[in-house]
């Protein structure tokens, strides 16, 4: 089978490989769809703290199981279509004993501790997989960069009155504004891109600033009376919106990082103590996370086909993050169409 894979920052090749077969716990997908995400192209660029090369890229699956290994559950049965929960979590460190296996000290995810999924057929346990037949391939390659969003709403308990802002309006920030709007009314998406923006309000926000053409302090003021926003969700993953979030968050307030950031970020801690804050980390998603999602999108709150920018084919991949990289703001969502 044919694979791509980065080398090294900035230089990919396709190679074969020899197709995998399934042992007993274990089912082989036949790959349909594959979403690149910030992860992915931080990964070409160089950027990504946790990849390793060379990598075979790649997380967001959809696709259609071919084999199952003998001891797989009988109800699991090829020709299935399934997307996959690229997280694989060791069973035994503290936070999979408490049932958090999304924070696995250990965690492997597909593309960037380990191979990924950017090839023709992937293995991957039975218990990783979700089932979602009447969903699309295009739909179901979406939903785990929604899920890594919908997990940080569950991580900030948002309540139907609260005022949630969301730094940043990729595919991560977006699963936060569409989860958030789907508990509250009152939604602010933050972003320097005016196209981005737009997409944010056609997911669920009722107010959007651009942070390079406005006053970021004063709009939230505004819109929240003077308090700030009693959540503010972190997907960006910069030393500024890092310490922007504790700055700008409420009293009593609630601040849920999902972005992560390479080098130190230095604060001014007072705000966490005088402002009494929660802050939080977010962590991949779980499987609640994933169901929360294709409900959404099987019950239409959540309407998937504006959010892929393009759609190339595998032969294609190369060069679609190429030109991703080279004007990172101009894509969303990259889908690569591994089968018609």
């Not at 997907?235 to 999902?258: C, D, K, M």
């Not at 005088?274 to 779980?286: Q, V, Y």
Request: glycine letters at 8%.
């Amino acid at each position: 089978m044919r694979a791509f894979i980065i080398d090294k920052p900035g230089k990919f090749t396709y190679i074969d490989r020899k197709k995998p077969h399934p042992s007993d716990t274990d089912v082989l997908i036949k790959v349909y769809r594959l979403g690149l995400c910030g992860s992915d192209l931080a990964t070409f660029r160089g950027l990504n703290p946790l990849a390793g090369y060379p990598r075979i890229i790649g997380h967001e699956v959809s696709g259609i199981i071919e084999e199952s290994g003998k001891d797989v559950p009988l109800h699991i049965k090829p020709g299935m279509i399934v997307t996959l929960i690229p997280y694989l979590n060791c069973g035994w460190c503290s936070s999979c004993l408490t049932g958090r296996i999304n924070a696995c000290k250990y965690n492997q995810t597909l593309g960037i501790q380990c191979e990924g999924a950017s090839c023709e057929y992937i293995i991957i346990p039975w218990q990783k997989i979700i089932i979602s037949d009447d969903l699309s391939f295009d739909e179901l390659v979406l939903v785990e960069p929604l899920s890594v969003g919908f997990h940080a709403i569950r991580r900030a308990r948002v309540k139907e009155n609260d005022t949630v802002a969301v730094f940043g309006t990729g595919m991560v920030g977006l699963g936060s504004i569409i989860g958030a709007a789907a508990k509250t009314s009152k939604v602010v998406a933050i972003d320097i891109a005016d196209v981005k923006l737009a997409l944010a309000q056609e997911a669920g926000a009722k107010f959007v600033i651009n942070s390079s053409t406005m006053n970021l302090r004063d709009k939230l003021d505004v819109i929240t009376n003077g308090h700030g926003p009693d959540v503010i969700i972190e997907a960006v993953g910069l030393p500024q919106t890092f310490r922007r979030s504790v700055e700008l968050v409420s009293f009593a307030g609630r601040v849920v990082y999902i972005g992560y950031v390479k080098e130190e970020v230095a604060y001014e801690t007072r705000h966490f103590v005088m402002k009494e804050l929660d802050i939080m980390g977010s962590r991949n998603a779980d499987r609640e996370d994933f169901i929360a999602v294709i409900d959404a999108v099987r019950n239409k709150i959540c309407d998937t086909k504006h959010l892929i920018t393009k759609k190339v084919s595998f032969n294609e991949m190369g060069r679609a993050l190429k030109e991703w990289s080279d004007d990172p703001a101009s894509i969303t969502k990259i889908v690569v169409e591994m089968e018609a």
